[in-house]
């Protein structure tokens, strides 16, 4: 394949993930003062299917364009959100990478999406006490989001192995998951 096509299928499935963690955010539904919901899942997929870069993008891009067109966030929760989940992806595929020919067994997929997920938790409690310092209850606003992100990651976790290996066999037979391979970053 040319290097032009392999770069526009990945733009192009980059693009596709975006739409996907939009969409799965959709989905989501009340527990301990916060909203659970599989997004997290498919923005670890997208580091492990496009690599840290690429991956990174496709995560911060779909979350923040959810609370964009859905939320109406100001600019600084924009930001915000397309760091902390570029953050989850690029970290879960710089590490998947990092385990070379042996990144696919479970356990690594496991490993990655948990330093991924985890990631994404200090970086939503971080943000989640300054706001709370700013409110004058920094405490308060941590311990009432932390065990739904604590879910969150946990469900992260979970299905994010299960959702690379469901896809995995439809991308190799597709041609796909070489292109994907080839330039990744």
Sequence with gaps: MTKSRTQLIRIVFGAVMAAMVFVVTMFRFPLLGSKVHFANAVCLLSGLLLGPVLGGTAAGMGSMLYDLFLYNEGI????????SKFAMAWVCATLFRAFGENRRKPWNLVLASAAGALTYVALYMLKTAIYGAIAGNAWAAVVSKFPASIINAGAAIVATPIFYGAILPALKGAGILKELEQVRQ
């Design 76 to 83: 600084l929760n924009l930001l915000i959100t397309f760091v």
